[in-house]
């Protein structure tokens, strides 16, 4: 099935009027406004490491997508970027907030309510405002991300 696990956290543009919230993970991710600002990153059990839009395509290629899964806490989302902007297709998808959704009778399975209840710890808060450009936080707030959602 697949041989290593690709853990990712795609950090992109949204505005209150251009969300998740807004519009469907495909219309978000195909719109002329959609952009990918940074990734953090951790093959297998190595720590994560934010990399830029760039630094994400040069690491990509090194990856053999036909023996690596992906692990994102919001796999339709992070899955669809991968497929729609850099035609990358894994060999499996492998998604935590699912997970959390079967083991947890709560309304909202967002990383903010999961991660407190799952592992005692919090989620981020450097992207509350939004994200139209990257912020000097958002390799930290995507690095801790993408460790949370590997925790679960």
Known sequence: MYKQIAHLDFETYYARDFSLTKMSTIEYVRDE??????????MNEDPSVYLTHEEFV?????????????????????????TQHYNIFPAYY????????????????????????LLGEEKGQALVEGATVASDGMADYANLDNELARKI
Do not use: H, Y
């Open 33 to 42: 406004r959609f952009k990918v600002f940074g990734c953090a990153v951790a």
């Open 58 to 82: 040069t690491w990509a290629e090194d990856i053999d997508w036909s023996i690596t899964a992906i692990s994102a806490f919001n796999t339709s989302f992070d899955g669809c970027v991968l």
């Open 94 to 117: 492998i998604d935590p907030q699912s997970a959390a959704r079967a083991m947890l009778t709560i309304d909202s399975v967002a990383l903010k309510r999961v991660a407190p209840l």
